[in-house]
């Protein structure tokens, strides 16, 4: 059973941090991996995609992947009162017959207070 | 404009009725998703389609069913043998073989 464990939290962090969310996967073929933020009773909304180790920045947004580790995470800079929401960590395969299969984690809830 | 469109919104169901969810999509996706999220949970995939007259079940099946008559759409039924059917229930497509799902705005299903 492919597994993605996040922290549930809530995290907290004061407006203007860095929020960092993490997110380990258990199997190592695991190609493509994704951030989505989902709002109270919205739908989730993708916001960073990464394929490769390393890192990839989108705004205030940065995105770290290490296969080694079986690790991604997402950094949010400059953190704002709006950027509070759950946070889905995904994780599916590339190609085959599986694209699009994406196995979640449970979400870490994310509070930047004033 | 291009989405993913999912109706109802909110269905109350009584126990031992059938409820069918819709799911349209312009976008010229080929694949389809069912997902289904519960309080506090992430997502569990129920069926996906990558092509029409062609569905595979996914990790949580039982007790549902769904046809893909047509590229644009996927429906969704909740039969009574689902014994948990009150969640939130979200519609996904993708274009790119990566795997980007975009999703509808969900339909949440409440049995009374």
């Known amino acids: 059973q492919k597994e993605v464990e996040q922290n549930s939290g809530p995290l907290s962090v004061p407006e203007g941090a860095i929020a960092s969310l993490n997110c380990t996967y258990s199997?190592?073929?695991?190609?493509?991996f994704f951030w989505y933020r989902q709002y109270s009773g919205k739908s989730p909304e993708l916001i960073m995609s990464i394929y490769s180790n390393g890192d990839k920045e989108d705004g205030r947004f940065t995105a770290q992947l290490n296969k080694a580790s079986q690790y991604v995470s997402l950094l949010i800079r400059d953190s704002q009162p709006s950027d509070s929401a759950t946070y889905l960590c995904?994780?599916?395969?590339?190609?085959?017959?599986?694209?699009?299969?994406?196995?979640f984690g449970q979400g870490t809830i994310l509070t930047v207070h004033p | 404009d291009g989405g993913i469109t999912q109706s109802p919104k909110y269905l109350f169901r009584k126990e031992g009725q059938n409820v069918t969810l819709s799911c349209e999509q312009n976008l010229n996706h080929d694949a389809m998703y069912w997902y289904r999220q519960d309080p506090g949970q992430g997502l569990r995939l129920i069926y996906y389609s990558q092509i029409v007259n062609d569905f595979q079940k996914g990790d949580i099946a039982e007790g549902y069913s769904v046809s893909r008559e047509k590229k644009e759409s996927f429906p969704l039924t909740v039969t009574s043998a689902q014994k948990n059917p009150t969640a939130f229930y979200l519609c996904?497509?993708?274009?790119?073989?990566?795997?980007?799902?975009?999703f509808g705005e969900g339909s949440r299903l409440t049995v009374l």
């Open positions: 199997d190592r073929v695991s190609q493509s």
């Open positions: 995904a994780v599916t395969y590339a190609g085959g017959t599986s694209y699009g299969k994406l196995t």
């Open positions: 996904a497509s993708t274009l790119s073989r990566r795997g980007e799902l975009f």
